[in-house]
């Protein structure tokens, strides 16, 4: 045999494969989010955190800490508790009627009719919509003088012109309107959560009821719906979580008003800390919504957990 | 009196008839199995009798009563279906107490039946589990109980062994039988599967393309089909069909023999090609071409290893055969049975 050449090994980069260790590649692909999450939501909290112990405000900007004190002044306050009590109104009020509609709209798109991927597709447009633009239309129906719901119940005779409710100036009506106008966004995500759920169930189970006996309503109540409540519980923390935080809709629509009906925790934050320069106040008002959104979110969780199938 | 009869059910999906007119009378206690290829329509027409479709045309009787009309939880069916339909969130006891349940029994009495179909399923200690935590053949039994509990005119099995391993598959054919026979109940059972269709029904009917080609006893089933499809899909292997004068001949492949194994002078000799053989233990099946006949015809011969010399199917060479007159079948050019042609 003659050795045609010698090969001559070639100095290899320690680094030239580093990007096929799966450990290196996870990593840098992970490097965003966690930066994202660090810089736009740990920080910002942290601050709150820092705000809400301290008597900062925009008069005042000094760092001068007062322990929990902030949050004793606003637990004595009648108007946050209040407030505390309208968030829990209208987030329970508007997760309990979109659920409604939700599982009757989920249920009427379970059948076949011409046109039904059309419906379906126009169906997710509340959710979709910017809800500034969504809310500003809702506005003009509940408006006191052109209110086109008024209008329709005048037309039918359902009530007359001098007793037409005045929406958004009543302070349990107002409460009722935003109820309606987020029940009304929250609605499409129930559709599609209950849709993904009730196509999860097998035929077979289906079957096997109806022909054991059960009607329309134990088929649904008995058999379907304990077999989707675990993706319909997690479809409601999403929506409670939402909502809970949510201020837009009262921002846009009442304003809170009328005398603090409509405020809602996110909202008050919003005015105290921002709008008023309470920064300290608003912060405490905000950070409040925490343990109670951990409390929810923990027992729903557990609760699916043990329901586990 | 007949438990179930049915009068030219039809059913058409769109325009496609899914079930084309089957006529059929299931007496009490009768174990009927509606054997077919997968797509023939067997499900279909079960789901009809169970009243979970509602058939085109044609009527439905059961217990005596015309039922076309009325929903499934009327008409004093069970169904068990193929993979149970368990419901997963409800333990044992309540999976099997909901039948009673949807007919307003009273919480007693409700308990009693309980018992009673458990006792009889032998799955008293699995009551309170839920359904995951079964094995399959456990599965199947709570599924069994949960049909049985209402005591039914009539108990509908879709394919129920066709989710269990082949080993336990053989043991709860035997339990599913011998369990139908002593209770007596009338069964009408689902299945491709002609060992289960044998092996358990004490008639069977064989439907392909939405009809029935044959009603009968295994027996008839086997020995006598009615026409090619019956001929072909029974049996494995098949009967081997040859065409022959515009019409077919057919025989089965274990009637189809040496020509020194016959014993007397009643058969017909054929000169056979061995192209290959596989032994298989108890059998061994062997196939080739006949003379005479469609060259791409395989015919298949199905021996007692024992009782043959390896000379006489040597592959590659031809052997004389031969089958007995008693066990030629004949058929005209539409695949129906003749006498003979």
Not at chain 1, 108 to 115: S, T
Not at chain 1, 290 to 303: A, Y
Not at chain 2, 260 to 265: I, L, S, T, V
Request: net charge neutral; with cysteine.
């Amino acid at each position: 045999m003659v050795a045609i050449a010698d090969s001559v090994p070639k100095p290899v980069s320690r680094f030239r494969f580093i990007l096929d260790r799966r450990d290196v590649l996870g990593a840098l692909f992970v490097a965003p989010a966690i930066l994202y999450v660090l810089l736009l939501v740990g920080v910002p909290f942290l601050m709150a955190v820092y705000y809400s112990l301290s008597a900062y405000t925009i008069y005042d900007p000094s760092w001068s800490f007062v322990g929990l004190s902030n949050f004793a002044d606003i637990l004595e306050d009648p108007t946050f508790q209040r407030t505390l009590w309208n968030t829990f109104i209208f987030t329970f009020g508007s997760q309990l009627l979109g659920l409604v509609l939700g599982k009757f709209g989920a249920l009427l798109l379970l059948r076949p009719f011409p046109g039904r991927k059309l419906v379906r597709a126009v169906i997710i447009l509340p959710w979709a919509v910017p809800v500034a633009l969504a809310t500003v239309a809702w506005q003009w129906m509940f408006d006191s003088l052109y209110s086109v719901i008024n209008w329709t119940m005048i037309a039918l005779g359902l009530i007359d012109r001098a007793n037409a409710p005045n929406w958004l100036g009543n302070p349990d009506l107002a409460m009722l309107s935003i109820i309606v106008v987020n029940g009304w966004r929250f609605f499409p995500f129930a559709i599609v959560i209950f849709l993904a759920g009730i196509t999860a169930v097998p035929q077979d189970v289906i079957d096997a009821a109806t022909v054991d006996g059960a009607g329309f309503w134990r088929r649904n109540y008995q058999i379907i719906l304990p077999m989707i409540l675990p993706i319909m519980t997690i479809g409601l923390v999403f929506g409670i979580v939402f909502t809970f935080t949510d201020l837009s809709i009262v921002f846009l629509m009442t304003n809170g008003g009328p005398v603090g009906a409509t405020s809602v925790l996110g909202f008050a934050g919003f005015q105290t800390g921002i709008v008023s320069g309470d920064v300290s106040h608003g912060a405490a008002i905000s950070l409040f919504m925490l343990p109670v959104l951990l409390v929810i979110v923990v027992v729903m969780l557990r609760f699916i957990r043990r329901r586990e199938i | 009196m007949a438990a179930v009869v049915t009068r030219d059910i039809v059913k058409k999906f769109g325009e496609v008839p899914a079930v084309n007119g089957i006529s059929m009378t299931v007496p009490d206690g009768e174990f009927m199995v509606l054997l077919g290829p997968s797509g023939c329509g067997k499900t279909t027409y079960l789901r009809i009798i169970c009243g979970l479709e509602q058939q085109t045309s044609g009527d439905l009787l059961i217990g005596g009563n015309v039922v076309n009309e009325l929903p499934p939880r009327a008409r004093g069916v069970a169904m068990m279906f193929q993979s149970y339909g368990l419901y997963p969130h409800y333990s044992v006891r309540n999976n099997i107490a909901f039948p009673l349940k949807t007919q307003r029994v009273p919480r007693e009495e409700i308990a009693k039946k309980v018992e009673w179909a458990s006792q009889l399923l032998g799955i008293k200690r699995l009551l309170e589990r839920k359904p995951r935590e079964l094995s399959g053949g456990e599965r199947q039994r709570v599924a069994l109980a949960r049909a049985l509990v209402r005591e039914p005119t009539a108990l509908l099995l879709d394919e129920p062994l066709s989710n269990l391993d082949a080993k336990l598959r053989a043991s709860a054919r035997l339990e599913i039988k011998a369990f139908q026979q002593r209770v007596g109940l009338t069964t009408i059972y689902v299945t491709h599967d002609q060992v289960e269709a044998m092996g358990m029904g004490d008639r069977i009917a064989v439907i392909d393309g939405g009809r029935v080609r044959q009603v009968g006893t295994p027996t008839e089933i086997y020995d006598d089909p009615a026409d090619r499809f019956v001929a072909t899909f029974v049996g494995t292997p098949p009967m081997n069909i040859l065409d022959q004068n515009g019409g077919a001949i057919g025989f089965r492949p274990e009637n189809f023999l040496p020509k020194d194994m016959m014993d007397d002078q009643n058969f017909a000799e054929f000169s056979f090609r061995v192209d290959r053989s596989e032994y298989l233990g108890s059998e061994r099946i062997v196939y080739g071409v006949v003379e005479g006949f469609d060259q791409k015809q395989i015919v298949t011969a199905k021996l007692p290893p024992a009782h043959v010399d390896e000379a006489s199917i040597r592959p590659g060479e031809w052997h004389p055969f031969a089958v007995r007159n008693a066990a030629m079948r004949y058929f005209d050019k539409d695949g129906n049975r003749t006498s003979r042609h």
